[in-house]
């Protein structure tokens, strides 16, 4: 299944879960946060919330920088 | 004497000088330019995760967030909704939720968009944040975004990254003399005689980045830092002489060899 995943196309097995994401993709939960369709999911709540066809997930996490780069 | 710390939103630092994470050669140059810095706020961005390649160090294993207190930035932002949607994201990743709030109004300058910048303040006071805006070094939106709810404000000395130093030094007086809130001044330093400027006009803090990563340097310039914002702080409490026109001599005046000549005649 097809979703939006920052920003890209990515191809999923199925539905699963944010936690299930995570793991898949090696990224430690604590350092990030996440967001399904707009909405900011917090993080007791990863286990519980799943990622479905068409879904919109985004993955931020702190990198260096002081002000005002550009987005890339 | 040196008991002096920098107070915003009812928390402590022991140092005024507040450091930025872009741009160092390696990580570990920048944790030797940070220890060197003294600094124990240190602002980082928010980014997406590259999630093709995890081979990159993360960040948070080069900064001891035991030691300092992490700042998140909008820096990036273009528009109030973007920085009011990063600044929440960066709050979930639980560390802090301060956000130093930057919504850039122009790639050329960088220069903040002071409306956008303050309609974001309002928003992420009203939903509990603390907020720290960059913005022009100009009175009046200083005032605005005091009055939002600011928790500081963050007057630019020049614009991000050009080195230039305090462009407008009479306005970022006036800013200090009229705002309750601490005044940090944010970009724009080139050397460490810039921030001694700033805390000489009476900025309670001075932070930078670019200043101190891209220097040949690093660490010693940190240092370097360190020392300007101490004796500009230093200086600003002492309390400067005032300007004169003239000479005005230091040593007495009278009783000296060259006074009797000039007579023609002793006393």
Known sequence: MKIQLNGDPYELAGPMTIAALLAQLEIEPRRVAVEHNLDIVKRARYETTTINEGDAVEIVNFVGGGGGEPVR | ?267
């Open chain 2, 1 to 267: 004497m040196f008991d002096d710390p920098l107070v915003i939103a009812g928390r402590s630092f022991r140092s005024r000088l507040i450091v930025g994470t872009g741009k160092y050669p390696s990580n570990a140059i920048m944790a030797d330019a940070h220890g060197a810095s003294g600094a124990d706020m240190i602002t980082v961005a928010v980014r997406r995760v590259n999630v093709t390649d995890r081979s990159k160090e993360s960040l948070l294993d080069y900064i001891d967030a035991e030691r300092v207190f992490i700042l998140p930035n909008t820096a990036g932002c273009y528009t109030a909704e973007d920085a009011i949607r990063t600044a929440h994201l960066a709050r979930e990743v639980g560390l802090s939720n301060w956000v130093k709030l930057e919504v850039i109004g122009d790639e050329r300058t960088l220069f903040p968009d002071n409306v956008a910048l303050l309609e974001a303040t309002r928003v992420l006071v009203r939903d509990g944040f603390v907020v720290l805006p960059y913005t022009n070094d100009d009175p009046i939106i200083c005032r605005k975004l005091e009055e939002a709810g600011a928790a500081a404000v963050m007057p630019l000395g020049a614009p991000i990254g050009s080195g230039l130093g305090i462009q407008n030094v009479n306005n970022i007086r006036i800013i200090r003399e009229q705002s309750k809130v601490p005044v940090i001044v944010d970009a724009g330093v080139g050397v460490p005689s810039d921030a001694a400027m700033a805390m000489e006009l009476g900025a309670d803090g001075v932070l930078m980045n670019t200043a101190i990563a891209l220097a040949q340097d690093p660490v010693v310039m940190a240092a370097a830092m360190k020392l300007g914002v101490e004796a500009g702080r230093l200086a600003y409490r002492a309390g400067r002489i005032p300007k004169r026109m003239y000479g005005s001599a230091s040593s007495p005046v009278s009783g000296t060899l060259a006074a009797v000549a000039a007579s023609g005649a002793p006393r």
